[in-house]
């Protein structure tokens, strides 16, 4: 765990510890409920289909901004009310790895969604939040190999 | 939308409206129990007065790919809090996918004194209706259940098996890029669990969610499921049928469909589904 970003390998340890699968639940619905809206300069509905997360059901979109630090800031929106997993994961994604260095979240794996829902989330669902952590991976992944372009060329 | 009784159905007695689970909230002949895939929705607000129903925890057999057996039933059952005769009313998100799902678990222990909430978890919402995050408690009952009897609503591999070469009916509710095999070979999606893609030869794929109304999750009434089912897809309810997805949930939707609002007579679920099939050696895949 030592190569996560420091927010999430914070976040992930508190959940090690959580076995009680109300505790858990309930501070994920606390996580959920902190998803900040998508500023309008990012994106306004109807949201681009570029942004759509492929086979999340709950209709979920991913934005990254690039930050003056050369790190990205992630924007979330949850388009299905009922997608409270995915709200859950946008917000808990945004916390822990908006501003942080992107070598980190470029690596960082589809199994955090398990680490963090558990053996409580099913097959379908476990999916589709592996997607909304795939996107902002990608999105780490291709500002450095963008970046890395021109070095090469030197 | 027209009421339950107008719509068609041939066993419309199976599915309650809203407003009749809000008359019943008190009625202690009647158990709601409400059953997700977002494990996250019940404990943020449910029916006053609605137990969970959780399908990894509570409806499948911890160790072996199976469902729980009758001891696993009888401790549920009194869990909840009911006995042979209580009513007990399924409601759930996803257009009551994984309320049917339920639905179907607590057929194969006979307990038929069972209905679904027309709309679910949406439609309830969308009307206003109240919600509670407290989590009822009830006195344990004692639930003397018959020995699980797959016979009737489930399907196994061997059986479709024959019923593939008796060129019997089969539908597939899987999206059309999993009955295709498409969906399996797509870049950065986690497989579906199967080594091969497609669909069982001779399988009908009629998308699960199809018998829904997208807006308030309802069933759609019986003219529009014939138009779908019978005159466009051509399947016949007085054939056998088994309905397959992926691991079983999705297809316990049409199962409810055909059997309870279109009346085929003989319906099963094969739960093994894709993940079972897509992994067998040697059994013909149509692509």
Not at chain 2, 115 to 143: A, F, N, S
Not at chain 2, 224 to 235: D, K
Not at chain 2, 245 to 259: A, D
Request: proline share 7%.
């Amino acid at each position: 765990m030592a190569e996560y970003p420091d927010r999430l390998r914070q976040l992930l340890e508190d959940f090690r510890w959580m076995t009680d699968r109300e505790e858990r639940a309930e501070y994920l619905i606390e996580l959920a409920d902190r998803l900040q809206p998508v500023p309008e300069h990012i994106a306004t509905r109807p949201y681009p289909p570029e942004a759509h997360v492929d086979y999340c059901e709950s209709d979920a979109y991913v934005w990254a901004e690039d930050r003056e630090d050369g790190t990205l800031q992630f924007y979330f929106a949850v388009e299905n009310p009922q997608g409270l997993s995915a709200r859950a994961m946008a917000a808990i994604l945004d916390e822990t790895l908006s501003g942080q260095p992107l070598e980190q979240v470029a690596c960082v794996p589809d199994d955090i969604v398990l680490d963090i829902f558990g053996r409580n989330i099913a097959m379908g669902k476990g999916q589709g939040l592996m997607g909304i952590v795939a996107r902002v991976r990608a999105a780490a992944q291709q500002r450095l190999v963008a970046r890395q372009v021109p070095q090469n060329r030197e | 939308m027209t009421t339950i009784d107008a719509r068609g159905y041939a066993h419309p007695e199976v599915l309650v409206s809203t407003e009749w689970v809000a008359d019943h909230l008190q009625d202690p002949a009647v158990r709601i129990v409400e059953s997700n895939e977002d494990p996250l929705l019940y404990p943020s607000g449910h029916i006053p007065g609605a137990v969970e129903v959780d399908w990894t925890a509570d409806l499948n057999d911890p160790v072996r790919r199976d469902y729980l057996n009758r001891q696993g039933f009888e401790a549920l059952a009194s869990r909840i809090g009911i006995t042979p005769e209580t009513t007990v009313v399924f409601y759930g998100d996803k257009s009551n996918w994984w309320a049917t799902y339920a639905f179907w678990v607590f057929q194969l222990f006979g307990h038929t004194r069972a209905r679904i909430m027309d709309g679910g978890r949406l439609k309830w919402e969308r009307e206003g209706r109240p919600l509670t995050r407290e989590k009822p408690v009830y006195p344990p009952t004692t639930y003397r259940a018959p020995e699980r009897d797959d016979s009737l609503f489930r399907a196994f591999r061997d059986q479709v098996l024959e019923h593939v070469r008796a060129h019997g009916q089969l539908v597939d509710v899987r999206s059309p890029a999993e009955f295709t095999g498409e969906r399996l070979h797509m870049e950065g999606y986690p497989n579906e669990g199967a080594l091969r893609g497609g669909h069982i030869p001779g399988a009908r794929n009629i998308p699960w969610s199809r018998a829904a109304n997208a807006e308030d999750g309802t069933f759609k009434p019986a003219d529009a499921l014939r138009a779908i089912y019978l005159e466009e897809q051509g399947l016949d309810p007085a054939r056998p049928t088994i309905a397959y997805c992926r691991i079983g949930e999705r297809s316990s939707h049409t199962w409810f469909v055909l059997r309870y609002l279109l009346g085929f007579n003989d319906v099963r679920n094969y739960d093994g589904s894709w993940t079972e099939w897509g992994n067998l050696v040697g059994v013909p895949i149509e692509k």
